[in-house]
């Protein structure tokens, strides 16, 4: 059960249990999920954008998604989706309603073939969060504030290093979070937190112009 987000909510008041599941999190727990390799430090954010059908907002189609239910005689672009079994950890709603699927400490499916500073396979060591939205259109403001707080209480409890988009780890197959994430207004609510954690971010919007050198 989640614990009501409010105005008041300061990102200290946002945990991550013994379990891996965030306190105020709705659970729709996904059996598309493993352990992650022994060894191996979970450090890295990443962020991703989507919509079913695309460019539709506010349907259990992304949760009936993750979590292999998905009828696919709903909508014509879902019979593309048969094959598919992905997950994501968490899922920021256009309202700002956080839902979690995997536990943050196990491997969800998110990343796909990816690299993330000379180091492949990000699943192993990486936290996926999706944003509804899409390439082509802004996402909500209600969805800022909630993926800093979410992102310092993971990167508190983990150790986070560093976060990026899907475009920067896997630029030949991905585009998202896309042009109409704001990266600066992400930084700037990360920023509001006093004595929260740093993380480094990629430069520019665009995965051409990206590196991860920059630190707040």
């Excluded at 059996?31 to 430090?41: F, I, S, Y």
């Excluded at 944003?131 to 992102?151: I, M, N, R």
Aim: glycine residues 6%; charged residues 25%.
């Amino acid at each position: 059960m989640s614990v009501p987000i409010t105005e008041a909510d300061t990102w200290s008041t946002w945990d991550i249990d013994d379990e891996g599941w965030c306190r105020q999190a709705r659970r729709e727990p996904s059996p598309n999920c493993d352990e992650r390799p022994a060894g191996v430090v979970t450090d890295l954010l990443v962020i991703h954008n989507i919509s079913l059908p695309p460019g539709q907002f506010g349907g259990p189609y992304i949760a009936d998604l993750f979590c292999n239910r998905l009828d696919f005689e709903a909508h014509p672009y879902f019979d593309q989706l048969r094959p598919l079994r992905v997950s994501a950890h968490f899922l920021i709603r256009r309202d700002g309603e956080v839902v979690q699927f995997v536990p943050a400490h196990r491997r969800a499916w998110h990343a796909g073939v990816s690299v993330f500073d000379g180091r492949e396979r990000c699943n192993d060591f990486s936290i996926g969060i999706e944003l509804e939205g899409t390439d082509f259109a802004p996402f909500a403001e209600a969805q800022y504030p909630v993926l800093a707080k979410l992102s310092q209480a993971l990167a508190t409890r983990y150790g986070l290093t560093s976060v990026a988009g899907h475009e920067h780890i896997a630029p030949v197959r991905k585009t998202d979070p896309g042009p109409c994430f704001d990266w600066d207004r992400y930084r700037e609510e990360m920023m509001k937190i006093i004595n929260g954690a740093q993380l480094r971010f990629p430069l520019g919007l665009h995965k051409s112009q990206a590196s991860t050198d920059e630190k707040f």
